[in-house]
């Protein structure tokens, strides 16, 4: 069975942090995103990357940055992490292109206190 | 901006009805049409995709298309209780843009 595998199911991490997530998938896929998910908010765009070392802003890419050193593994870094950022992270991955939709992980709650 | 717009619900039908989830979008060039269900706490996952105008059927799903309106939408035929979810349309090629999704409630 395929999988998007993301590291944590739920963080809860201190103000000022920096909050490393981490995704994994087993797809060969070229394609991966980051979004974040909040109620009426729907998702959001952080960065995407299309292939290895290669990385694209989305909709709301202030306050993270991503890194992509190999083709199955796509980290989304909170270099100092605030309240705002208190959300559902969801990884996902495709084909290049998206012809056949996203495959995304469980997500990652995370709780900045 | 390309947006996909959808109206948020609940939308409520009874067991056995049909139920009807619409999305509009604004990229007229846009090629890939996705329907991806949502559990309360969980990820989305991809139940339906459709590229060419008119209608395609999986099982109680049919989702419809038509470029010329900027439409599509997912009709769930025979709704069931596991049916109620929160429904995300998504449009794009090699990046979608998802809407803000539609809560259907199927009553017993």
């Known amino acids: 069975d395929v999988k998007v595998t993301q590291s944590s199911r739920y963080l809860v991490k201190r103000t000022g942090e920096k909050v490393f997530l981490e995704c994994v998938q087993d797809m060969d896929h070229e394609n991966m995103f980051w979004y974040r998910q909040d109620p009426g908010l729907g998702l959001r765009l952080i960065y995407f990357s299309y292939d290895v070392k290669m990385k694209e802003k989305g909709d709301i890419p202030e306050g993270y940055s991503v890194s992509r050193e190999k083709k199955e593994r796509f980290s989304l870094i909170l270099e100092s992490a605030s309240t705002n950022q208190t959300s559902m992270y969801l990884c996902a991955s495709s084909s290049s292109p998206s012809t056949y939709g996203y495959t995304f992980g469980s997500g990652t709650r995370l709780t900045v206190v | 901006q390309k947006e996909v717009e959808q109206n948020s619900g609940p939308l409520s039908v009874p067991e056995g009805a049909i139920a009807s989830l619409n999305c509009t979008y604004s990229d007229r060039g846009s090629q890939s049409f996705f329907w991806y269900r949502q559990y309360s706490g969980k990820s989305p996952e991809l139940i339906m995709f459709?590229?060419?105008?008119g209608d395609k059927e999986d099982g109680r799903f049919t989702a419809q298309l038509n470029k010329a309106s900027q439409y599509v939408s997912l009709l769930i035929r025979d709704s069931q209780p596991s049916d109620s979810a929160t429904y995300l349309c998504?449009?794009?090629?090699?990046?979608?843009?998802f809407g803000i999704g539609t809560k259907l409630q199927v009553i017993p």
């Open positions: 459709i590229y060419s105008n």
């Open positions: 998504a449009v794009g090629y090699q990046k979608v843009t």
